[in-house]
């Protein structure tokens, strides 16, 4: 008999492994952006000029941008990278040595901590006793993995607190203020989590006066960062280079009699009207739901919004949730959720081809290491010139993939358990781990893409 105990310890071996040379190696700009400009939060803060900050940064640029995030960002930045800030000032370290910059990516690890711990407390209070192959499913998402190992990007913080809001949920067992509070953190971070929240308020709160006035609260912090600077013409000058992705959203249209319908906001308001129609008379059933509406709010946002590969992980625990029942169509929602997470990431390295499947070694442990000499017929993705053919076959598996995961679990299927013998506990497992090394496979294979094309093609 099998040593499954050893299996399940060997796939978590290899995929620390692969998640350890990803981290270590490679680093998008966006972080070296953010890590720079909340060091010179850090010099405003000490020298008095808290409110010259944005102007500070214009005359600072980084790559060619500012600091064009809300000022809650820094702030967190700044109390991470407070130490780097300290030894510059006593020793003039340099804040672009390969310590330097592994310390700034590690701001990412205590939020991936927090959103596992959230998600194990989630799952405690479900009174859910195996809870590890819903972590394996989280952490060995290329849709996890690449967007935080490989970009270095820090949605995870803004996840972490909207996780943290529907945990509070579930513990005061009504949207308490708590919650709200937890929103409104989420929100300034990432603007993009106010629609998440909105339909989290929706699922719970049907009084229309209580859903403006929670919608209202979750928006304070937003409104704390931006009306300080409501009067300073930096600050608009500098956060406008952020502001490109709220036009996305209306980019897909149907046809319609005049200037098309954003199909987006259709999706949007869509599940607005089903959140505000739901209805629970348990816990079991809200997680249910929520998992259920987020997903489809995030996989509808992903089929039809131009959206950065970073994003990806926002959308990675909801549907890792939705599926961890060892149903009838368990093993069906597996495949499909590595096919989708699979489907995705092919389709944004062609769209973002400065961003995935190309160099990202030059800052980290690597950044020493001689690159290919010259320009070879491939630099990213994009320079294989037979995939623009099959990117909209791509998109479309990801949107029957998701749209297949959606049907299977929706919240109003009765419940279909299986009963479990020796020979389904079997069929449980090799499709468990088949699947978890498919994924572990997936990620290798990333990898050796990546450097090949770096180093040696």
């Not at 009067?231 to 009699?257: D, E, P």
């Not at 037979?386 to 993939?401: G, S």
Request: hydrophobic letters at 55%; glycine letters at 4%.
């Amino acid at each position: 008999m099998m040593n499954t105990k050893l299996l399940d310890k060997l796939k978590w071996i290899a995929l620390g492994v692969l998640v350890l040379v990803l981290f270590a190696t490679c680093l998008y700009d966006d972080l070296i952006t953010t890590y720079t400009h909340s060091l010179h939060f850090l010099d405003c803060i000490f020298s008095g000029k808290f409110f010259g900050f944005y102007e500070y940064t214009l005359e600072r640029e980084i790559f060619d941008l500012p600091a064009d995030y809300y000022i809650i960002i820094y702030i967190i930045f700044g109390i991470w990278n407070f130490p780097i800030w300290i030894l510059k000032q006593i020793f003039s370290i340099d804040s672009y040595s390969v310590m330097a910059l592994l310390w700034a990516k590690m701001i990412l690890l205590p939020f991936i901590a927090g959103v596992f711990q959230v998600v194990y407390k989630m799952l405690d209070l479900l009174g859910e006793k195996d809870k590890e192959h819903t972590f394996f499913m989280m952490g060995s998402s290329l849709l996890f993995v690449l967007p935080i190992c490989f970009i270095g990007q820090y949605d995870i913080i803004s996840l972490f607190f909207v996780l943290w809001g529907i945990l509070q949920c579930m513990k005061d067992e009504r949207l308490s203020w708590k919650a709200i509070l937890l929103f409104a953190v989420a929100v300034p971070i990432k603007v993009l989590a106010i629609f998440p929240v909105m339909l989290i308020i929706l699922v719970q709160e049907k009084r229309i006066i209580e859903v403006v006035k929670k919608l209202l609260g979750t928006l304070v912090f937003l409104a704390l960062c931006v009306l300080p600077y409501s009067g300073n013409t930096s600050f608009h000058i500098a956060t406008q280079n952020n502001g490109g992705w709220f036009a996305k959203l209306s980019n897909a249209v149907l046809s319609s009699g005049w200037n098309g319908i954003s199909i987006f906001w259709l999706t949007f308001f869509g599940l607005c009207i089903v959140a505000y129609k739901m209805e629970q008379k348990n816990l079991k059933e809200y997680f249910k739901q929520i998992t259920w509406i987020l997903t489809a709010f995030y996989s509808f946002f992903f089929i039809f919004v131009e959206a950065h590969p970073q994003w990806s992980v926002l959308l990675v625990p909801f549907i890792a949730l939705l599926i961890r029942e060892e149903n009838r169509d368990f093993k069906l929602n597996l495949l499909l959720e590595t096919i989708a997470g699979g489907a995705l990431v092919i389709s944004q390295a062609y769209y973002f081809h400065w961003v995935y499947f190309t160099d990202r070694t030059s800052w980290l442990l690597l950044k020493n290491i001689t690159e290919k000499a010259s320009k070879y017929w491939i630099v990213s993705l994009r320079d294989i010139g037979m995939l623009e053919k099959i990117i909209p076959l791509v998109n479309a598996v990801f949107f029957a993939a998701v749209i297949g995961i959606l049907v299977l679990n929706h919240p109003w299927k009765e419940k279909d358990k299986i009963e479990k013998t020796q020979e389904i506990y079997k069929d449980i497992f090799l499709t468990k781990m088949g699947i978890d090394w498919l994924r572990i496979l997936c990620i290798f294979g990333y990898i050796v893409v990546t450097f090949l094309i770096t180093y040696v093609l």
